[in-house]
């Protein structure tokens, strides 16, 4: 059953980034396409099977349990590190640039000691994303291309947000403190609960997932808070947001449903929170948001 489930995810995974290099004009080779799929198999679907296979021994008390919930945390990290790479995240240490200049002087402001700037190229598969890494941060080398001023000034306090608040640290503790109750949980079942172990087994694949994903999305409103405060500009965070969105073809809102599974709240939500920091009215942040996404000034 895991098997084809597995092998379920890679045929739509492969489908997916083929359609990508036909609508999206990724530049992906096939080879490229087959790595991606990889990746993103390991993580999240064959790291979450083996956390189903682990939470089952449990009930057993069988040391196998320890053994899959250990590989699936590995399996993990290693497919997002892994995806990063084929998705093109080659970090690049600049010392020059406009980008390297605001970074080192916001980061002053924020009393971060930050060490360095990276650019990452865009590569084959048009990427467009900026990273708060441990003491650095790095941006794609396309931002320039569409954000100047105290819009790129926003997307690099919001990357130092989530730096100097350590969200990366503090989302491994999390996800190990998560699995761990669940594991205690699940030897509790073990014991004379056994007809709840259908209804837990539901709890222990889905729950940990939306409680990530559910802190994931609360990092990047507090991200987005920090950069709105540090640049006093949060109309400019917005139509930075919007851009990027447009840039990266998102789409701007999701079902409820959907953005339960998503580690980025949708540009509607994001716009209306940065808005009620700068007490904008709701005109002015539609305003921003069309204005951006569509590249047309709107009368105010």
């Known amino acids: 059953m895991w098997s084809a489930l597995v092998v379920g995810v890679v045929i739509v995974l492969l489908a997916c980034y083929a359609l990508d290099r036909i609508f999206l004009e990724h530049k992906w080779a096939l080879g490229d396409v087959v790595r991606l799929a990889f990746w993103r198999t390991l993580s999240p679907t064959v790291a979450l099977v083996l956390v189903a296979i682990g939470f089952d021994a449990l009930y057993d008390h069988s040391l196998?349990?320890?053994?899959?919930?250990?590989?699936?945390?590995?399996l993990a990290r290693t497919g997002d590190?892994?995806?990063?790479?084929?998705?093109g995240m080659k970090l690049q240490v600049v010392k020059s640039g406009a980008a390297y200049k605001r970074a080192f002087v916001l980061a002053k402001g924020m009393g971060i000691p930050l060490k360095r700037v990276y650019v990452v190229p865009t590569g084959r598969g048009h990427l467009t994303n900026a990273y708060g890494l441990s003491n650095s941060i790095a941006l794609t080398d396309n931002y320039g291309k569409f954000l100047h001023g105290p819009l790129l000034d926003f997307v690099i306090?919001?990357?130092?947000?989530?730096v100097k608040a350590r969200h990366g640290h503090r989302r491994l503790v999390i996800v190990g403190t998560i699995y761990a109750f669940v594991g205690i949980l699940a030897?509790?079942?073990?014991?004379?609960?056994?007809?709840?172990?259908?209804?837990?087994d539901i709890v222990a694949i889905l729950g940990p997932v939306l409680a990530i994903r559910y802190v994931s999305r609360r990092d990047e409103y507090e991200a987005d808070r920090v950069a709105a405060e540090l640049t006093q500009d949060p109309e400019a965070g917005i139509k930075a947001l919007a851009s990027l969105y447009r840039i990266t073809e998102t789409p701007a809102n999701f079902s409820w449903a959907e953005e339960l599974f998503m580690t980025h709240p949708s540009l509607e939500h994001r716009a209306r929170a940065i808005g009620e920091i700068g007490n904008l009215a709701g005109e002015r942040i539609t305003n921003a948001v069309a204005e951006a996404a569509t590249g047309e000034v709107i009368p105010h």
């Open 64 to 74: 196998a349990a320890v053994l899959c919930l250990i590989a699936a945390a590995i």
């Open 157 to 162: 306090g919001h990357e130092l947000g989530h």
């Open 81 to 87: 590190i892994g995806l990063r790479f084929a998705e």
């Open 187 to 200: 030897i509790v079942v073990s014991y004379g609960l056994t007809a709840l172990r259908p209804l837990f």
